[in-house]
């Protein structure tokens, strides 16, 4: 059976149709999730981030036991990861998020890092830099030949070739800021879509497909049509668009008339741009016969106003499954259940990861989210130099239910919700914070100027 994990980074669940009162944002995936999908109302992420969040989910464990977390974002742990497990699969993981290619992808066939291909001038056309990694020749002559014969295009991979050079010399004034199928500034959706389907027609057998979208990750920007239907009162000269998220918090908490709605309504426009674009592939992977899991590793942070606020940890979460009537599920889930879940549906096992499978639940789970971070980063979420222990905390968070604990800063600084509960939370709680986990980085991350510049982009540098 085909997998595919579709991951919408930085959507929360309050900002879906699938919330009461909710805008109507996403109206075509919507409407399939209701007539096809299981769609877990109560789902929250084991990580706020992209290093914590996704390090859990490929692997089971949470961040304190996979080692990758905003204070340490990079895997180099031995645990089985969800691709490894698939090895029987051809598998393919395509993102401009940075944080995934630090280690995550170690046990992927192929993998696109989009914004490390951002020289090409035609996406259908040949890769220089992926072609020079996977063919070695005696002369680059013959090498170059090759290449363009290599795609049955060869005027278009030559002008991809040109390109790649100049961008090797820094000779254009910028990486560009958005794909080669998108025309939206800061927009990689079609070009996703499209690397997946590409992947899907070469690949032998069965398939499996991570695809991480960062259009709604600030900075944003959003079509014309989203545009007047999200701020149809607001130019867009007058909207943060290319505004990176840490710029838009810091404001948010610096003055006090700022609420950030600005910024939400163009948020709501770029969700609204990846429904029409995401729900197409969703239907043709179904229509193959495809697993499919449509999620987030998080939700917003720009105008949190705690490390754990709903719209940071509550994310969708819809499971396609061949033979699953499509329903909704009340329950509180985390996303650690992923792994199994996918494993019980395409092997009838739990592959070797823990959790559960979420198609079995009929209560709430105990959900837990590990914020482990720099003390001294204000803002943003993630370090990504990594930190020395010293220097990093470890908060959690517990939810059950309506019942809600929070330990941060040392301390228990929310708990809501039945005694018994709370209480039961809380020495789940307490026996995390005595397992000692992997917290420092041990030694600084070295990032070349290309991913040091997404970095910036995205607010963490």
């Excluded at 980074?9 to 996403?26: E, Q």
């Excluded at 199994?340 to 395409?346: D, K, P």
Aim: aromatic share 10%; hydrophobic share 35%; charged share 30%.
């Amino acid at each position: 059976m085909d997998v595919a994990w579709l991951i919408v980074d930085s959507l929360s669940y309050s900002a879906t149709p699938f919330a009461s009162d909710a805008p109507d944002t996403m109206p075509r995936f919507a409407e399939l999730a209701d007539s096809r999908g299981v769609v877990f109302d109560e789902a929250y992420v084991p990580g706020p981030s992209s290093p914590s969040s996704h390090s859990a989910f490929f692997t089971g464990k949470l961040p304190s036991e996979t080692g990758m977390h905003e204070a340490r974002p990079y895997f180099d742990s031995d645990l089985r990861t969800i691709a490894g497990a698939l090895s029987d699969h051809r598998s393919f993981m395509i993102s401009s998020n940075p944080f995934i290619f630090n280690g995550l992808d170690r046990d992927f066939d192929e993998t696109d890092d989009l914004r490390r291909g951002q020289y090409k001038v035609f996406e259908d056309a040949g890769d220089p830099e992926m072609f020079a990694k996977q063919h070695d020749f005696d002369s680059s002559l013959r090498q170059m030949l090759a290449f363009l014969r290599s795609s049955g295009k060869p005027v278009r991979s030559l002008a991809n070739g040109i390109s790649f050079k100049r961008w090797q010399r820094r000779e254009t004034a910028e990486i560009p800021k958005h794909a080669a199928g998108d025309t939206t500034t800061y927009q990689y959706a079609n070009t996703i879509n499209e690397g997946v389907r590409s992947f899907r027609d070469r690949a032998d057998g069965d398939s499996f497909v991570v695809a991480n979208y960062m259009d709604v990750h600030p900075p944003l920007d959003a079509s014309d049509e989203a545009l007047e239907r999200f701020c149809p009162d607001t130019p867009r000269s007058e909207l943060p668009i290319g505004v990176r998220g840490q710029d838009v918090y810091e404001r948010f908490h610096a003055e006090d008339d700022y609420d950030a709605s600005d910024m939400y309504d163009l948020y709501k426009a770029t969700i609204y741009d990846v429904d029409r674009k995401l729900t197409p592939l969703v239907e043709e992977l179904l229509d193959d016969g495809t697993f499919v899991v449509v999620t987030a590793d998080h939700g917003i942070w720009f105008r949190r106003q705690r490390e754990f606020d709903d719209e940071r940890v509550h994310v969708p979460l819809v499971v396609f499954a061949p033979g699953e009537d499509p329903r909704r599920v009340g329950h509180t889930v985390n996303l650690l259940a992923l792994p199994q879940t996918t494993m019980r549906a395409v092997a009838g096992n739990d592959g070797g990861f823990d959790g559960y499978d979420l198609f079995d639940v009929s209560s709430d789970q105990t959900s837990v989210t590990e914020f482990i971070h720099d003390e001294d980063v204000e803002g943003t979420p993630v370090n990504p130099e990594g930190t020395d222990a010293g220097r990093t905390l470890y908060d959690i968070a517990a939810i059950r239910g309506d019942a809600r604990v929070e330990y941060t800063g040392g301390r228990f600084s929310t708990v809501d919700g039945k005694s018994d509960t709370t209480d039961d939370l809380k020495r789940h709680v307490e026996t995390l914070l005595s397992e000692h986990p992997e917290l420092g980085s041990g030694g600084g991350i070295e990032y070349d100027d290309e991913v040091r510049e997404r970095l910036e982009d995205f607010g963490y540098l």
